[in-house]
């Protein structure tokens, strides 16, 4: 495994670059194995990642902080990044036009869920579009950042952040209702080093699978994982709401709700209750 502690000509602030913590025994071919920047504590994985990606850097490149000073996630809200998480940023290079971008959030939700299932040993569950479940409480969050050229995408990175053995008081007393952590949940402490290479095999080989074989077999998994389809579903857009029952999600992707009228909205983004 080689490991980077120089960036090319990009600056990251007062913040080094630290060497890892330990060996990741990492099992994939190319993601997070041919460059891997380590960080004990940075502004925002997701940052880094971009800064690389513009310098060139290749497929596969991974980003990995023990915590973060200015995680962020979805819809401009704050991701709480203390000790004890999982905070990773890997670069991909899709060479498709930039409305296919959220079929990539999805992959990184299914391949994240399946890593917890098999490390932590419970199952966990996806709430659109992909927040990780266990017991109902939101334990990882993945926010998939595109930049594009000309038509087709230059790179995407997906940051995910899991709160692996964190202690749930750290976190904003307004989250506690929503939030958790796999160790909460399970009463066991769970190896963050191989939750970050399970996750990272099980992207490697969906990401693979979905170029060979376009999204279908991702929207499969998908389907079969989620905590939302099947069930009553309310999302809030401009000032209106939309209730009504999650039947399914489409290619695009987005969520296809069918309200009391009988009338189905597609919801491609945003939060849905
Ligand atoms: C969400 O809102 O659910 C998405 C949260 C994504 C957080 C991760 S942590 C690693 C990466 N760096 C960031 O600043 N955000 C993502």
Same mark, same amino acid.
């Given at each position: 495994?080689a490991?980077?502690n $120089?960036?090319?000509?990009v600056?990251?602030g ?5 060497q890892?913590r330990?060996q990741f025994?990492l099992?994939t071919?190319?993601f997070?194995k041919t ?5 004990r ?7 880094v990642?971009r800064?690389? !990606?513009?310098?060139g850097?290749p497929? &596969?490149t991974?980003v990995?902080? /023990?915590?973060?000073t *200015? +995680?962020r996630?979805?819809?401009g %809200?704050?991701?709480q990044?203390p ?10 290079r ?6 296919l ?12 869920c399946r890593?917890?299932?098999?490390v932590?040993r419970v199952?966990?569950a996806?709430?659109?579009?992909n ?6 409480k939101?334990? !990882? ?6 930049? !594009?050229?000309e038509?087709?995408l230059?790179?995407?990175? $997906?940051g995910?952040?899991?709160? $692996? ?6 976190l904003?007393?307004e989250?506690?209702?929503t *939030?958790?952590?796999?160790s909460? /949940?399970?009463q066991e402490t ?10 990272l095999? /099980?992207m490697?080989?969906?990401w &693979? ?5 376009g999204?279908g077999?991702? %929207?499969?998994a998908?389907?079969?994982?989620s905590?939302t ?6 999302f ?7 209730? +009504?029952l999650?039947l399914?999600?489409d ?5 296809l709700? %069918?309200d009391?009228? &009988? ?6 983004s945003?939060?849905?209750?």
């Amino acid at each position: 495994m080689a490991v980077s502690n $120089v960036i090319p000509s990009v600056s990251f602030g007062p913040k080094e670059v630290d060497q890892p913590r330990s060996q990741f025994q990492l099992q994939t071919r190319s993601f997070g194995k041919t460059d891997l920047h380590y960080y004990r504590e940075v502004g925002s994985t997701n940052d880094v990642a971009r800064a690389l !990606a513009l310098a060139g850097c290749p497929e &596969g490149t991974l980003v990995v902080a /023990e915590s973060q000073t *200015a +995680g962020r996630g979805r819809l401009g %809200r704050k991701w709480q990044s203390p000790k004890g998480g999982l905070y990773f940023s890997l670069v991909l290079r899709p060479t498709f036009s930039p409305s296919l971008a959220p079929r990539i959030t999805l992959l990184a939700g299914v391949a994240v869920c399946r890593a917890i299932s098999s490390v932590a040993r419970v199952d966990g569950a996806i709430k659109w579009p992909n927040d990780i479940l266990i017991h109902g409480k939101k334990v !990882a969050g993945i926010l998939t950042e595109t930049e !594009a050229k000309e038509g087709s995408l230059r790179h995407a990175i $997906v940051g995910v952040g899991i709160n $692996v053995n964190t202690d749930t008081s750290s976190l904003p007393p307004e989250l506690l209702e929503t *939030a958790g952590s796999i160790s909460g /949940e399970t009463q066991e402490t769970v190896s963050i080093e191989g939750l970050l290479a399970a996750s990272l095999m /099980e992207m490697e080989e969906l990401w &693979g699978q979905f170029l060979c074989h376009g999204f279908g077999p991702i %929207r499969e998994a998908w389907r079969s994982l989620s905590a939302t389809l099947g069930r009553p579903a309310c999302f809030r857009i401009t000032g209106r709401e939309i209730a +009504g029952l999650a039947l399914d999600i489409d290619q695009a992707p987005a969520l296809l709700i %069918r309200d009391q009228h &009988g009338v189905i909205h597609k919801i491609c983004s945003g939060e849905v209750t």
